[in-house]
Structure formats: C-alpha cells, structure tokens
C-alpha cells in the first residue's frame, strides 16, 4: 500500500502563501515607487540588522558567497595568504578564499561537529593570516579558544555565519567575534527572501568603509569611482521582504527551538542516534536551528524508509566534506569529519511544519529503530 502523505524537506511554496496578502503589497509598494537599488527598504533592513545583532555596519550584498569574497577583500587577504576553514561547510567557505587568490587550508571538526581549535592550530604556518570559524546549522562555534588562538598567532578571525543569524555564544551575536561575518538570505534560511541575498557585518570603521566601495563599483556617497569594486548590491525588493520578515524572526527562531526539543526528547534515548545539542544543553550558546543535522547508524536504509514514508531528508553538501573534492586538488585525511559524512542525516526544520507532521516524523524515525 502506497504512502500518501508527504512532507517535503522545506515547503517553498509556503515561504510565500502564508503571508500572500502581505508580499503582494509589499511588491507594488516597491515597484510604484520605482525603488530598486540602493533605495530606503535597504537602508531601513540594515538599519534594523544592525539593533538586532547590535553591530556597527551592515552591508547587504547579493549572496552569502559574495559577503565571504568583499570581506576578505576588504581585510587585503590574496595571493600567498592562507586562510584556515574547517571540511564540514558548504563549498562556498573555501571558495570565496580562492577567488581572492587566497589558499584554503582545510581542518577538521571536534565533538560538537564544528571548526576544532585544535587542528586549526596544526594547520597554522608563517603564510596563515586568517581562521574561518563556519557556524553550522545555526549554532556558534565556541568562540573562546578561537580567539585565544587567534591572539596567539597574530591571526584574523573571519566569520562565515551563513546560517547562523540570531545565534549566540555566550551572549554575543555569531558574525560579531571577528573582523567581519557573513550571512545568507538564501529562501532555506530562518530569515530568507525569494532568491539570493546576503549581508555582511563589522565592527571596524575601517573594514566598513571599504565594503561600502566594494559593493557598489568603487563609488563613494558622491558617486565618484574612487577605487576598483564590484556589484554586488541586495535588490531593494529583496530587502522590503526581507525586513518584513524580520519582524517575526524571534517567533520563528523560537518555534524552531521547539521543534528541536520534540525532536530530541523523542530521540535522546535512541543509542542508534547521535544528537546535536538539545536547545537547553549549554548556558553558553543560543541555537536557531537552521537545520537539525543528526548522526545515525544505518543512515542510508534509514532516509530510504523515511521517503517510503513520505518523508524528505537530506544528507548535507550532498554527502561531501570540501577535503574530499580532488578536483579542486585537496588531499588531507580528517578522520572526525569523514565519520560524521558516513553518518549525517538532517530531517525536516522550518516553521512550515505542523505539530502533527513532526509526531509523523518522529513516529517514522523510532518505528524503524524497533524494526
């Protein structure tokens, strides 16, 4: 007997229907003021960005990857620098370092499937000028030993916080530890618009000045060229979205965390799974739970019973650490994270999800550990 129940990975659709009436008139608001690029929506989305993470400057940009690119431009990272960034991240981390002419010196992860102090340190050589903490799954790196490292060898810390917005460490918004950080409106993220975008953020009067040349051809408040840049400028339709959702973005961030705690009381008893930290587990950090990424035995036959049940999962990155692209003429052996891409599986984590999906989800995933 076939299934006829289905619930996608992340229901796009829905990312517009349940507010229609909303964007629709945000849609004709813009475009009857004719405002496209660079216009109020923008200035206002960033202007709000800024009390949110309480930070100095907020750039919005035309996608996570482009942040990560003007970032490192705007601190003189190129050509014979390295910059160290962990395996377990989206392949844009390491390639915004090479479009700089930058080397990516790749490390592993420790116990909590982040960047690991340690064997970012054994990477560090006399050409190391940065360490790319990436903030997976909307969790903050522990920042503590990073930036300890970070001191001891005179190093930038350079923040990919794509997935992170709203997360903290320790009371401090991750993307405002180091010289800059990053983040992505992609539609999947908490906080996503209808196509790409992204921003990034600094607390250095200095780093700022030269982002807002780099987006934007070079050109100053004038309008005079000044310098080389490029364009890389969120579309103001994007931002009058953007910070519209805005406005409910703690609401979504909490029915998240909620969903998170289901998920792990339902499992924590399960030794079949390895779970990532429960949203009351550390008084030091404040997850948003981008995803809900777990380890489990069987991974494989478990994501096929679960889309015989109609349930969508994804295995993360397709299943590829960025070490293990040869392609691109890496060659490191990092034993922890080639164990955790054995056993990765996320399930399903957005606001679009009812209770009654996630008591299915949950059902699905215990009945096939009892088989």
């Known amino acids: 007997m076939s299934n006829t129940r289905t619930i996608p990975f992340f229901n796009y659709p829905a990312l517009f229907r349940e ?3 909303e964007f629709v008139q945000i849609f004709k608001d813009v475009c009857s003021r004719g405002a496209y690029i660079l216009q109020k929506d923008l ?3 960033e202007d709000n960005l800024k009390k949110f993470l309480n930070v100095k400057h907020v750039f919005g940009v035309a996608d996570g990857t482009n942040a990560l690119i003007l970032g490192l431009k705007a601190i003189d990272i190129g050509p014979g620098d390295e910059v160290i960034v962990p395996s377990h ?8 370092v090479a479009l700089v002419g930058a080397t990516p010196v790749l490390c592993d992860i420790g116990d909590d499937n982040l960047i690991d102090p340690i064997s970012a340190e054994q990477k560090i050589t006399k050409n190391t000028k940065a360490i790319m903490p990436v903030h997976v799954n909307g969790r903050t790196c ?3 030993p990073l930036e300890d490292l970070a001191k001891r060898y005179n190093l930038m810390i350079v923040e990919d916080a794509a997935q992170a917005l709203g997360s903290k460490y320790k009371g401090k918004c991750a993307g405002t530890f180091g010289k800059f950080g990053t983040f992505s409106f992609y539609p999947a993220k908490v906080l996503g618009c209808f196509g790409d975008g992204g921003a990034i953020i600094t607390n250095d009067d200095e780093v700022a000045k030269k982002l807002s040349l780099l987006r934007d051809h070079g050109r100053d408040k004038n309008g005079r060229v000044i310098s080389w840049g490029t364009n ?6 994007q931002a009058a979205f953007l910070n519209f959702k805005l406005q409910t973005f703690p609401e979504d961030i909490q029915k998240r965390r909620e969903i998170a705690l289901q998920y792990h009381e339902a499992f924590k008893n399960l030794e079949e799974l390895d779970l990532p930290p429960g949203p009351d587990d550390s008084q030091h950090h404040i997850d948003i739970y ?3 990424e777990m380890g489990a035995d069987n991974r494989d036959e ?3 019973y679960l889309q015989e049940k109609g349930i969508s999962t994804i295995i993360q990155w397709g299943g590829t650490p960025v070490h293990q692209f040869k392609e691109l003429g890496f060659n490191e052996h990092l034993p922890k994270t080639e164990a955790f891409f054995k056993k990765c599986l996320m399930l399903p984590m957005n606001v679009s999800l009812s209770y009654d999906d996630i008591n299915y989800i949950i059902d699905a995933v215990r009945s096939f550990y009892k088989k």
Not at 232 to 237: A, G, M, T
């Open 19 to 21: 507010t229609e009436q």
């Open 43 to 45: 200035l206002e989305l």
């Open 89 to 96: 991240t989206y392949i844009a981390s390491a390639a915004a």
């Open 142 to 144: 522990a920042m503590a």
């Open 232 to 237: 890389s400028r969120l579309d103001n339709l």
């Open 290 to 292: 981008q995803n809900y």
């Open 302 to 304: 478990l994501k096929k």
